[in-house]
């Protein structure tokens, strides 16, 4: 990947955009009440180091989707599938007025912007 380098036998880390490490990063409904956001890494190593970076918080999920922390109802780490699922209680129930997506599916959005130092 590119992402962890060494100079003069020095490991250095450098910022690295979500998108570069994950195949897959969606919403969905998690029920009519709730929004869960899969983040499914592209590799079994770069999932570890992203798990063992700690990025992945309530804070930073309640801060992307401007919601309390104590919406944010699980952040879970799924070795078997090298994924990271985060679900929120969602704002709006699906299909009450003024929510915009039913289905959850064009939620992932603010996940994009994701930096993780490795």
Avoid: W
């Avoid at 989707?65 to 780490?77: H, K």
């Avoid at 209680?89 to 007025?97: E, K, Q, Y």
């Amino acid at each position: 990947m590119g992402f962890t380098y060494r100079k003069r036998g020095i490991m250095l880390t450098e910022k690295v955009n979500i998108r570069e490490l994950a195949d897959v990063i969606r919403s969905k409904n998690a029920g009519p009440y709730e929004l869960s956001f899969d983040i499914v890494f592209k590799s079994f190593e770069i999932y570890e180091q992203v798990k063992r970076s700690g990025v992945f918080t309530e804070e930073l999920i309640a801060d992307l989707y401007n919601v309390s922390v104590d919406e944010v109802i699980s952040i879970i780490n799924y070795d078997a599938a090298k994924a990271i699922k985060a679900t929120i209680i969602r704002p709006r129930s699906a299909g009450a007025v003024g929510d915009g997506d039913v289905y959850g599916a064009q939620q992932h959005a603010p996940l994009l912007g994701i930096e993780i130092e490795i």
